[in-house]
């Protein structure tokens, strides 16, 4: 069998369309924004909050709120067990991205003796 260069460059072709066409659902997969817990690292209630939250992208207010800010990015939905100021300072950043809230109580904070403690989350609509 004799190789030319017409022969390598249509196997070549056909690996990269090969190789494209399973790469894409896995690069697809990567650029979906990723969902985000936020809590307080602080305050105890809002560590056992993230604690029982898995597999997914945490910031810690404790380092502040403009490196949280900064490492938001563009979540597809957010929860969190924060103070009340923060919540009300994230929540504007988050609906300028287009995100609502879903929900949002008052919890308890019988460790930590806090009673502006809020669970929230935010999704787009």
């Not at 604690?51 to 900064?70: E, N, P």
């Not at 919540?87 to 950043?93: C, I, M, N, S, V």
Request: proline share 5%; charged share 20%; glycine share 8%.
């Amino acid at each position: 069998m004799q190789v030319s260069r017409r022969t390598m460059l249509k196997g070549a072709f056909t690996s990269l369309a090969a190789g494209s066409a399973i790469a894409a659902p896995v690069m697809a997969a990567r650029m979906q924004p990723l969902p985000l817990v936020i809590f307080d690292s602080r305050i105890a209630e809002s560590v056992a909050f993230s604690a029982t939250q898995t597999g997914i992208r945490k910031l810690d207010l404790a380092d502040g709120i403009a490196a949280t800010w900064r490492a938001l990015g563009s979540p597809a939905h957010v929860t969190g067990l924060t103070r009340w100021s923060d919540w009300t300072a994230l929540r504007g950043a988050l609906e300028e991205q287009g995100l609502r809230t879903q929900t949002e109580r008052r919890i308890a904070a019988p460790l930590s003796g806090r009673d502006h403690l809020f669970r929230w989350s935010m999704a787009p609509r």
